[in-house]
């Protein structure tokens, strides 16, 4: 039972265009919403984060949207660069009844390519 | 800071055996986490751990599996015995409230 969706386990972008990655997640309890990117043999890093207060967070070329009512966020890269290509995992937490952070859950992660 | 240290980097071992995978957190960090990655399922958490004391270890998969975290600065997660379906990376992250989680490298593991 995946809590949290990334339903396109690929993606192809032309350099220079923007990128799309969507997520979508099941659990009402979950407020606070991240990507990570992860290259081959490295550990996953963290990229941009969205608390549930809000509906966008914008760093740079990334920008994260959260659509609650949808349990939807997507993660948009413009303009695309080839150093942008790698796995990104979207991943949600809640926080516990003793004020702590729970683990995080993540999607299976969208592989995403950029060609020149 | 040299972030969160995973060891080995690759552990190839042969059913049956004893495996021991090692993590020191970030100093200060008072959450550490284990997960697991595989094609199938993606990242998994595993178990995790608030200052030292395991929290919810629902997400090991049985018995062959056992975590500790001794101190502050150092976890293991024991397979015993290994079995071929154990073939994974395993991630530890080590976070602090604010700021946010950090992984390590990974062990990638392969019992043959």
């Known amino acids: 039972d995946q809590q949290v969706k990334q339903n396109s386990p690929s993606l192809s972008v032309q350099e220079g265009r923007i990128s799309i990655l969507n997520c979508d997640y099941t659990n009402s309890m979950f407020d606070y919403f991240l990507w990570y990117k992860k290259y081959p043999a490295e550990g996953p890093t963290f990229l941009i984060s969205i608390s549930s207060i809000k509906d966008k967070n914008e760093d740079g070329r990334f920008t994260v949207f959260l659509n609650k009512s949808a349990k939807h966020l997507s993660l948009h890269i413009v303009p695309s660069q080839p150093g942008d290509s790698a796995v990104y995992f979207c991943?949600?937490?809640?926080?516990?009844?003793?004020?702590?952070?729970?683990?995080?859950?993540f999607g299976k992660g969208t592989h995403l390519i950029i060609q020149p | 800071d040299a972030g969160v240290i995973q060891s080995p980097r690759h552990e190839v071992t042969e059913m049956g055996q004893e495996v021991t995978l090692r993590c020191k957190p970030i100093s200060g960090h008072d959450y550490l986490f284990w997960y697991r990655q595989t094609m199938m399922r993606g990242l998994e958490l595993l178990i995790y751990f608030n200052n030292n004391v395991p929290i919810d270890d629902s997400g090991m998969p049985e018995d062959r599996f056992s975590a500790k975290m001794p101190n502050a600065s150092f976890s293991t997660l024991k397979i015993q015995p290994s079995e071929p379906r154990d073939s994974a990376v395993y991630f530890c992250?080590?976070?602090?409230?604010?700021?946010?989680?950090?992984f390590g490298s990974g062990t990638r593991l392969t019992v043959v």
């Open positions: 992250a080590s976070s602090a409230p604010g700021y946010g989680y950090t």
């Open positions: 991943a949600a937490s809640a926080r516990t009844s003793r004020g702590g952070a729970d683990g995080l859950t």
